[in-house]
């Protein structure tokens, strides 16, 4: 095995903590993942990592030999394509992650586009509501809705989703409809939250009459979901009020099947971003991809939030 096919193996181990999640997810005997590991000892003339029985942990001069190998990759992927101005050279595998609705309403309609353009291109996407480790997962980028909060890797700003409050016909009939958060005792919520047994903090608006403040107000609800698709399914069968992005709405709205309601009374814009890994260079498929995602989403996006969110 060459040194350049080892270190690739190397740093895939380093980040997974694990010769049998890197043997998984490169496509490879744990044998091999194990001989490429020893090899680049041997060469060295140093320990790399430290195995046990329950886990692998990175010695201090594997975690230099690391920083130094990611760097070493990134230029060589980056030489490669250094003179490739033909938009079809894009080659290997990409793993995405995103929300399921962005993934089946936006990106999956334009994909064969891509595909077509980029033959040699292989991408893994996974959809789902929790969130991933982009390390430990193996993904070249994600995409996240909401605040990032505190991580430790790059994040690219797309844009915002505004939010509207949201109500079926079958709701209104039975509930009516509430003009002001004064109103909202009688009402119903239908709960978000991505780890049952957890719960929201409720109706959330930005006080128009106090630019920027953010109110919660605690309301009732009989039913909890965590995906989206379970969330919007709820509303549309009379359950009670949502709060999502206008983006995905737009076409309810038009078929009557849902109506917005206390549009002075909005949820804060969500902002949407992509995160990758913090490294000095990024594979141009990544690059690529991101791009190419970030024009797709454009139309869905505003630049920033109103004062009503």
């Known amino acids: 095995m060459n040194r350049i096919d080892a270190m690739q193996i190397f740093t895939r181990v380093a980040e997974l903590s694990s010769f049998t999640l890197a043997a998984d997810l490169m496509r490879l005997p744990k044998a091999t993942v194990s001989t490429a590991i020893q090899q680049l000892e041997r060469e060295l003339g140093t320990r790399l990592l430290h195995r046990t029985t329950r886990r692998v942990q990175i010695t201090q001069d594997g975690q230099l030999f690391y920083e130094r190998c990611k760097d070493l990759l990134a230029d060589l992927e980056e030489l490669q394509n250094l003179f490739c101005h033909d938009s079809t050279a894009l080659t290997g595998r990409l793993r995405v992650?995103?929300?399921?609705?962005?993934?089946?309403?936006?990106?999956?309609?334009?994909?064969?586009?891509?595909?077509?353009?980029?033959?040699?291109?292989?991408?893994?996407?996974?959809?789902?509501?929790?969130?991933?480790?982009?390390?430990?997962?193996?993904?070249?980028?994600?995409?996240?809705?909401?605040?990032?909060?505190?991580?430790?890797?790059?994040?690219r700003p797309l844009g915002y989703y505004r939010m509207v409050n949201c109500v079926s016909p079958a709701y209104l009939a039975r509930h009516g409809q509430p003009d002001h958060p004064d109103q909202l005792a009688t009402h119903r919520l239908i709960h978000y939250a991505p780890t049952l047994g957890t719960r929201d903090q409720g109706f959330e608006y930005m006080d128009p009459d106090h630019a920027g403040v953010v109110r919660y107000h605690r309301m009732k609800g009989a039913l909890t979901v965590n995906s989206s698709a379970a969330y919007y399914g709820a509303c549309l069968a009379g359950l009670g009020i949502i709060q999502v992005p206008e983006a995905g709405v737009i076409p309810a709205l038009a078929r009557e099947e849902l109506f917005e309601f206390m549009p002075r009374y909005r949820a804060a814009a969500m902002p949407v971003s992509l995160i990758y890994a913090n490294r000095r260079h990024q594979p141009r498929r990544v690059r690529v991809f991101m791009n190419w995602l970030a024009a797709l989403m454009q139309e869905r996006l505003i630049p920033a939030p109103d004062r009503a969110g």
Request: charged share 25%.
């Open 97 to 155: 992650d995103m929300p399921s609705a962005v993934a089946s309403e936006v990106v999956l309609p334009q994909l064969p586009d891509f595909l077509q353009a980029h033959p040699a291109l292989e991408i893994e996407l996974s959809s789902s509501e929790r969130r991933v480790d982009l390390i430990r997962e193996g993904f070249d980028c994600v995409m996240r809705v909401g605040a990032l909060g505190d991580i430790s890797h790059i994040a």
